[in-house]
């Protein structure tokens, strides 16, 4: 048997300490959610609700890249390029009329390539994350544009299936993109608490040195882990087609900065090895509250990302005072 | 003549480990004094105390006749001391005369002085009688022992009254050494008193006046250089055989199949042609002074350095490694002497710490790739009370456990993967009395359970209770084998490099 040494009563402590530290990005929510509530009644109508839950659906898919990639220690800035190929790619499939399942899976196959590749050249050839990607989505994109442009950069996506996913709801009057959403998270929470590999990516990032002498093939486990963000991409991507109904060349610019604003508000540390992607989730949802509050409050277009700005900026501090006050 | 700086009952606890006792120091102006003792005997604390890095928890410090209060680096800067640490603080991407003028540039209005910094670096570095050194080059293009010269100059050039230098000579050659000393030589004779921390006592008994010998924190000499030979110091440094550790369990049968085979393992300046067997059942020692590449050695074993030439045979075939996990499908499992970088996951949990290499044995079935929790938790737990590891619970971070708890923890790792060649490097380093004995109980009985234990350790006490066999290496070559057990002062002459002469009575 293990030998207690603490008192109880440090022990009852600890844990309150720690309940503290875990509710602390939840603590924040609730509190946006209060205020916003307060603020403009239909903010927590029904209707708003799900329009928020569709809203958040987007970041909150690519958040679960992006927090693959920050648990290794590493960025990838092209998620919203990655985002776009595969939008583009449904799109102009479907207008050449092709099946909507296979054009789906061509979207993920792509970015799985596309991700790969940014892992192989950052580990194999160890250049450093944000350049390569900051290429690469550059790259990405252009390569995108390519082939918009032969549509006149401007696609209408009409599928019943893809017009399922944007307004269709599965069970309980709940829209289907919460259960993607759900289901997604759930399968990323078993693959990094529940496995092996997931296991290895919090080893890899904690700790570089100590995996390596472990055995673990680190550059393996990190490359595979920009897999998984151009796959999140790539499910981005086909969920902005489906709800926005077309695709122009705007679509996914700047979203992987959504994406890092979630995880980073979820508390995830640049260096690698620490966090949670259910924190990233939470992450996510006040991006979207503080968003969908704007538009509701009416905040003038220009000054709504100054305000955005600010709310994250005080939701990281709140978040930071609440973990200091626990640790 | 009245010492320069004294200190008087001088003690340092840390967490379960007397550091220091009631120790006494003087130093006197124009001398070299030699720090001398094994690895935690407390040298580098007492020198961090000087230093203003730790603070005694008890003792006076005296300087010139005056009480002092050395609370931070910045005091000790102001009384003048100056250090010269053993991982060397320079910059390397700055040029020399940058370096020695960190942080106290000189300036022209708003503008830097470059040319009157590297005027005076330039001075500084031939009032030393260094040549050869472009003071307007980056540190990097410089060798180890320019480096230190470097270093040296700089902390010279704040005109320090002692100067402490921390195993200066462990990266030198021979003829290096000679010059470090001369310059030594000239600042002694302009009245700095120089504090010199080695290793090597050929070289201390050679170059220094006077000396102080510690042994588990309490000063056990103070000794003149010219009044002891190098048999006394070792006598004063090791430790009296009271409550010491013996093994219970020895094999005797030697006639049995090497399990690994080393053969002519190279790699330039550092590993020089080493051949070696080890045997399963048998802890085999490896001891040297820091440096002499008995730890490298075991690196390029385990394929986390890359070796030059040489061949590795377990059970007799040949085999290629060239990564660690090559090693790990191999059998042999590595503990290094840096548990923080490079053996624990201070985030992670126990559970996880422990099972992490061999979770794909815990699959829930076959092909799936989810985990059965329950059962490595049962199998940790079996671990930790074999080893008798205190935690408070699997699921606490490892970052809370005490140093010879956490090393049981990287222990457990590899026992859970069942391999059969174990490698520690340093097993009982920043471990207490208590976990040590422990620890050398758990090596043993897993020689006994015949796995093929390797200790690597530069604490000759260690090698000795511990080894069937010792190898010791001096420069990177394996210089004696011992297949008999043998005193300490034997090994020490031994690891000293000078086995040809007959110090022993």
Redesign the interface.
Known sequence: ??????SAET?KEERFKGVVETLGIFLVAVVLFVLFSLLTSRFSSQNNLFNIIKQVSIVAILSIGMSCVFLIGGMDLSMGSNMFLSAVLLASLLEMGANVYIAMLVCVIACVVTGTLNGIIIERLHINCVIVTLGSQLAIRGLALVLIERFNSWIYVKNPVTRYINTGKLAFGLPTLFFVIIVLYTVVG??LY????G??I??VG??P?????????NARIKTLCYTISGIAAALAGIIAACRLGMVNPSVGSGYEFDAVTAVVLGGMSLKG??GSVFKTLIGALIVAMISNFMTLYGVDANFKDCATGLFILLAVLFNRFTQQHST | MKPILEMRNISKRFTGVQALLDVDLQLFAGEIHSIIGQNGAGKSTLMKILSGTYTADSGVIYINGKQVQISSTADSAKLGIGIVYQELSLLNNLTVAENIFLGREIVNGVQLDNAKMSDMARKSLLELGIENIDVDQNVEVFSLAKRQLIEIAKVISIYPRILILDEPTAALTNEDTRRLFNILFKLKEQGICIVFISHRLAEIKKYCDSGTILMNGRVTANVRMNEVNELQIIEYMLEDNFNTFHRKWRTKQHKKQPLLELSDIYLHNQVNYVSCEIFPGEITGFTGLLGAGQDILWRIV?G?QRKDSGEIRINGKRVRIT???D???FGIG?L?ENRK????????TCQ?NIA??S??HF?IRKYT???H?RRIRNSC?DL??RLS??????SAKVKLLSGGNQQKIIVS?WLMKDLDILVFIEPTRGVDVGAKTEIYRILESLASQGKAIVVISTDTTEILQLSDRIYIMVDGKISTTLNEPTDEETLARLIQGNPEKKVIA
């Not at chain 1, 048997?1 to 603490?6: K, L, Q, S, Y």
């Not at chain 1, 040195?209 to 093939?217: D, E, I, K, M, T």
Request: net charge positive; with cysteine.
């Open positions: 048997m293990t030998t207690i040494r603490t022990n078993l693959l529940r496995t092996n590999f296991k290895q919090y080893a904690g700790n040195r100590a995996a390596a002498l472990c055995g673990f093939n090895g620490e | 385990y986390a990564c660690p996990s090693a790990v499908q590595l290094t970088e490079e053996g624990l996951f201070p985030e992670m996880d992490l290499p979770l794909k699959r790739p989810l985990l929790n737990n930790a009370k590891i205190k935690m408070r619970s699997l790792r």
